[in-house]
């Protein structure tokens, strides 16, 4: 496994990194299996991915509970990285999304802020929290001043809560204004070898004048780019899946017939699919991360295995060159 600080931080987290938001087996992932899900984030431990990532709004808890279990004794050998800024035990807040029965607010005020941090610290069963992250900006009518939200994630690192600040889902602007008022070490963004514009473009450019690590969410963009999905491939009623472009017919099978040109480097790398795309988005800079999801074993060591792989220069640009040319359908 390899390593780079996250920000400024000092702390070393493995390139790939663990997302454990299936594991919470909310409704967008159906059941779940909780011995399996432990068994898998320790197998993460083992095979040296020391980033854990996890949220309350995963399965309303379970998953940071989950997670405590899973690194229980083990503590010193994991970072773990968990949320802010979604409540649903109240209304206070701007509407997100309506789910397992329950309404969604964001709401980054100071009080939610703190208040979601000390439920998290006992969900984990620790006493600090490595990464904190603003999982959704404030946006109106509950719009809470980002000076505000910073002045808590401030006063959580001082009293030794958390260790270091990050911020998800935002634009450049959110980051700029972030920084006005202290130390930013993470940017979480959807980030992949078809989800690229506003990224490059903007935040990319910007964590790397800043020394911000970029931690890419769905670099697999949901399995489409496992090498495992083909036209035959049904995506169920009701799985997420389904919310994502690229899985229409008429998206999905330019992106197969890419996949299947990709079987020279495959060879090459003695690898597979999915480990082309995760070693892209390591490879893309310095500063970027791979966030891989996996409630199984051997997802997890699956996962794994692309830190292994350091892409030719000329390879990475095929690659991007490749899906550049990829005309996505959204009517």
């Given at each position: 496994m390899r390593y780079r600080e996250i920000g400024q931080s000092g702390l070393q987290g493995s390139v790939v990194s663990l997302g454990t938001w299936a594991a919470g087996g909310d409704a967008s992932w159906?059941?779940?299996?909780?011995?399996?899900?432990?068994?898998?984030?320790?197998?993460?431990?083992?095979?040296?991915?020391?980033?854990?990532?996890?949220?309350?709004?995963?399965?309303?808890?379970?998953?940071?509970?989950?997670?405590?279990?899973?690194?229980?004794?083990?503590?010193?050998?994991?970072?773990?990285?968990?949320?802010?800024?979604?409540?649903w035990d109240t209304d206070k807040g701007s509407f997100l999304i309506e789910r397992d029965g329950k309404r969604f607010y964001r709401n980054l005020s100071k009080k939610a802020v703190i208040a979601g941090a000390e439920q998290s610290l006992r969900d984990l069963g620790t006493d600090y929290i490595d990464l904190f992250i603003t999982h959704w900006q404030a946006v109106?009518?509950?719009?809470?001043?980002?000076?505000?939200?910073?002045?808590?994630?401030?006063?959580?690192?001082?009293?030794?809560?958390?260790r270091a600040i990050g911020v998800s889902n935002v634009t450049a602007e959110h980051v700029q204004e972030y920084l006005k008022y202290g130390q930013?070490?993470?940017?979480?963004?959807?980030?992949?070898?078809?989800t690229r514009t506003d990224v490059e473009a903007n935040l990319?450019?910007?964590?790397?004048?800043?020394?911000?690590?970029?931690?890419?969410?769905?670099?697999?963009?949901?399995?489409?780019?496992?090498?495992?999905?083909?036209?035959?491939?049904?995506?169920?009623?009701?799985?997420?899946?389904?919310?994502?472009?690229w899985y229409k017919p008429e998206n999905r099978i330019q992106v197969v017939e890419v996949l299947d040109s990709w079987v020279p480097?495959?060879?090459?790398?003695?690898?597979?699919?999915?480990?082309?795309?995760?070693?892209?988005?390591?490879?893309?800079?310095?500063?970027?991360?791979?966030?891989?999801?996996g409630r199984k074993v051997s997802h997890v060591k699956e996962n794994a295995r692309a830190a292994e792989i350091i892409l030719d220069r000329g390879d990475l640009a095929k690659m991007s060159d490749d899906v550049v040319k990829l005309q996505l359908v959204t009517g």
């Open positions: 159906g059941g779940r299996d909780d011995a399996q899900a432990i068994e898998a984030i320790q197998a993460a431990l083992d095979a040296g991915i020391n980033w854990i990532d996890t949220a309350p709004a995963y399965g309303l808890g379970h998953s940071e509970q989950l997670v405590g279990q899973a690194i229980r004794g083990r503590r010193s050998e994991a970072l773990i990285a968990t949320k802010c800024g979604i409540v109106d009518p509950f719009k809470t001043p980002i000076d505000e939200t910073m002045e808590a994630l401030l006063e959580l690192k001082q009293a030794g809560k958390i930013i070490d993470l940017i979480q963004q959807k980030y992949s070898l078809l990319l450019p910007l964590c790397e004048t800043q020394k911000i690590t970029l931690q890419a969410y769905m670099p697999l963009e949901q399995g489409l780019l496992s090498g495992k999905v083909n036209m035959e491939t049904i995506v169920p009623e009701g799985d997420v899946r389904n919310r994502n472009p480097l495959c060879e090459k790398y003695q690898c597979d699919i999915s480990h082309l795309a995760i070693a892209w988005v390591i490879a893309r800079s310095g500063q970027t991360n791979a966030l891989c999801g």
